[in-house]
């Protein structure tokens, strides 16, 4: 099967997507794909493959196949290839450094990140340097005397929304012969495309925006060059390590992207009446959210994310811990629960998933932004916010 992204010329991403990636099922005609579950194909008698590109599930899915096109497309990368979750996308990327190698990760990220990172590095000998990548000049300096093998950042970093300037950063690992992987979870594709900035990688857990239900585990990562030797590494990894999405929740990721950039338009809209309003908020300390002029890397997330500012951030309440939680059990429309990039507004008090050792301050609440409408949300943090 053909890896080069379906795209008609002249279509726009927005038609692209509803369509899932273009084209009927050619079998029946279907405007949804079929979900395949068989997990072995049959050979003819001279013991040839019906079809040569369906051997075995683990690796010949032809709604892979379909909705990795989709994924490389939105990226305008060269081809992607799905795991069981964000998680498992991540560990790809890192076992590409090898024993006695070095790499250089962006503080400040995802916990399970960096704790796998941590864990990871340790076990395998491989020396981990953890830099604020929103310190330019030092992080460069970083990737400079470190020469590491793989760079790895998150923008906007969760849940600090803190950016790195992508082209700078790619510039010096080429000069230092560094692998640049970006995790763009919080962002997504259709506001920010790290592959034509100069990363190598881009990853996301597909669980959140791109998915956008709450209702599957999964993780993507994307290539700017199917040529090279990490890529080669990553889709052995994929098949033979075995941390494969399955039929159904490829299919249900497949459908959830019909409608992301409908729900990017009111989640970005959303977020961003929201940052405002809680800007102004007595009862509020900080708001993190690049899209708010007074966030002190506004003017580089706007040459960075192109299609707006994303649904996520990050709030430091005043009064501690016990008014951060007071102020999350008043809420009503905003749920109390772990992840983001959902239909619905979330709301997470990070220290009490995290721990002291995370260094996460105890004020802070990160809010993933639904598509409610905004006057609802708003509401919501008013009252909340009153109560507490």
């Not at 498992?88 to 190698?101: D, L, M, S, Y």
């Not at 940052?275 to 708010?292: C, M, Q, S």
Request: aromatic letters at 6%; one cysteine or more.
């Amino acid at each position: 099967m053909s890896n080069e992204p379906y795209k008609p010329s002249g279509l726009h991403v927005d038609s692209l997507l509803a369509h899932a990636g273009g084209g009927s099922d050619p079998t029946t005609g279907a405007v949804v794909p079929p979900i395949q579950t068989a997990t072995t194909f049959v050979r003819d008698e001279d013991y040839e493959l019906i079809n040569p590109g369906h051997l075995y599930s683990r690796d010949d899915n032809a709604l892979f196949h379909k909705t990795e096109r989709l994924l490389a497309s939105l990226e305008e990368g060269a081809d992607s290839r799905l795991f069981a979750s964000g998680m498992a996308a991540v560990a790809a990327v890192v076992r590409i450094v090898k024993p006695g190698g070095t790499i250089l990760a962006q503080s400040g990220i995802y916990w399970g990140t960096t704790i796998f990172l941590r864990k990871h590095c340790a076990r395998n000998n491989i020396a981990l340097v953890e830099a604020d990548a929103s310190e330019l000049q030092a992080f460069q300096d970083e990737i400079s005397v470190t020469q590491p093998d793989l760079v790895w950042l998150e923008v906007p970093s969760n849940p600090y929304l803190k950016l790195a300037d992508i082209p700078s950063i790619s510039a010096r690992c080429k000069q230092a012969g560094a692998l640049l992987a970006v995790d763009a979870t919080a962002a997504t594709p259709l506001i920010m495309k790290p592959l034509t900035m100069g990363a190598d990688l881009v990853m996301h857990s597909a669980t959140k925006a791109l998915n956008g239900h709450s209702d599957l585990l999964g993780g993507v990562v994307t290539t700017k060059d199917a040529s090279n030797e990490a890529w080669a590494f990553i889709c052995e990894e994929r098949k033979n390590a075995g941390a494969v999405l399955g039929s159904f929740e490829t299919w249900l990721l497949l459908r959830g992207l019909r409608t992301l950039s409908l729900r990017l338009e009111r989640m970005n809209s959303n977020a961003l009446a929201v940052a405002n309003f809680l800007e102004r908020h007595p009862k509020i300390e900080a708001v993190l959210y690049p899209g708010i002029a007074s966030h002190p890397q506004h003017e580089l997330a706007k040459s960075l994310m192109t299609g707006g500012f994303g649904y996520l951030m990050s709030i430091l309440v005043k009064g501690g811990k016990t008014k951060a939680l007071k102020i999350t059990g008043a809420l009503d429309v905003f749920q109390r629960a772990t992840s983001l990039g959902g239909t619905e507004s979330l709301v997470e008090h990070r220290y009490t998933i995290e721990g002291e050792t995370s260094g996460i301050p105890v004020d802070l609440l990160r809010l993933s932004i639904g598509i409610e409408h905004g006057e609802d949300l708003i509401a919501d943090l008013d009252q909340a916010l009153a109560s507490g």
